[in-house]
């Protein structure tokens, strides 16, 4: 083979090589640290370990997610923990609206969304109020008439301070004039357990939490806050059906660390896309009721500052933050 030939075949391969970088940027080395800001149990850990096994069954990555929860401090050691991580090209985080919450609450984290990588919405998750079946209370208009007789000894279990859970509550507190007691758990599944067990009144659980208990006929629905009724509970109404323009959703998304290179956020872009479009997935969002398509980069990032303005200022009307 002359010179010629031989410098050819050289920068053939190595026109090969870089392709393949281009294309392959980023992989993980290592396991991945995936963050869960909630407490086990709840909407997000069961969404967290049911992608984690997706991406397990049908080898997606290379390396293993880790699933780890956080809930301190209605998030914050989850937001910490990522702020602060010391590889933040394999640290993510599964997020839901104390993203937002949180640091408007506590300025003093100094956590600015907006540094974090958008990486992916996986879902916008629904809210459904739930009663126990020996309340004797079937419809929504029978739950306001009992809660508003009880006064504060009508206790609300939900998910965290000043979160999604008490956001609803601190609403029908004010739309019906109640007066509500509410009490925060570190996560949903332990407030569903306590619904069911009657140690509470109501909760707003979202049907992933509640489905169970709702299956065996412990806790009955009676209302949901979405703009249109859920499929798999055609005859519960909206709140809005009742008069009340009301509808609130939470986000599902995975986040990655302040930080994170490009090619890294891309990768775990990529791999979430391939989740959110698996059969599992799906399935999981139609059963659970969820809605909402999957966002990321800079739609995601848009979405995220909407969200953020909208809740500061549920947050002021409430009295949470000046």
């Not at 104390?98 to 956590?111: A, H, I, K, M």
């Not at 090619?263 to 809605?291: G, N, P």
């Not at 980069?297 to 549920?314: A, F, K, N, P």
């Amino acid at each position: 083979m002359n010179l010629v030939s031989k410098i050819s075949l050289g920068a053939i391969a190595l026109g090969f090589a870089v392709s393949a970088s281009a294309v392959q940027a980023f992989e993980p080395v290592k396991p991945i640290d995936f963050v869960i800001m909630a407490g086990k149990g709840g909407g997000a850990d069961r969404m967290a370990r049911l992608m984690q096994s997706i991406v397990e069954k049908n080898g997606m990555a290379v390396r293993p997610l880790v699933p780890t929860n956080k809930s301190g401090g209605s998030g914050a050691e989850a937001l910490i923990a990522l702020k602060s991580a010391t590889d933040k090209d394999h640290t993510i985080m599964v997020t839901l609206n104390s993203f937002f919450t949180t640091p408007l609450r506590q300025p003093g984290l100094e956590v600015d969304i907006l540094t974090y990588a958008p990486i992916g919405r996986m879902a916008e998750d629904t809210f459904v109020l739930w009663v126990h079946k020996n309340e004797g209370i079937n419809t929504f208009e029978e739950f306001v008439a009992e809660a508003k007789a009880r006064g504060s000894d009508w206790v609300m279990g939900g998910t965290g301070s000043a979160q999604e859970d008490e956001i609803i509550t601190n609403f029908l507190n004010g739309a019906y004039d109640l007066e509500m007691k509410y009490i925060p758990y570190s996560g949903g599944g332990a407030v569903a357990r306590d619904l069911a067990g009657e140690q509470i009144d109501s909760s707003v659980n979202n049907p992933s939490e509640a489905l169970g208990f709702y299956e065996s006929g412990d806790v009955i629905p009676l209302v949901a806050f979405t703009d249109e009724r859920l499929p798999f509970f055609p005859d519960v109404p909206t709140l809005r059906e009742t008069g009340v323009p009301f509808a609130y959703y939470m986000q599902r998304s995975v986040v990655g660390a302040p930080g994170m290179s490009d090619d890294a956020a891309a990768y775990y872009t990529a791999l979430f896309s391939d989740v959110f479009e698996s059969e599992e997935w799906q399935t999981y969002r139609t059963d659970k009721s969820m809605l909402g398509d999957f966002l990321s980069g800079s739609d995601l990032m848009t979405y995220w500052e909407v969200q953020r303005e909208r809740h500061e200022t549920i947050l002021k009307s409430s009295g949470d933050i000046n």
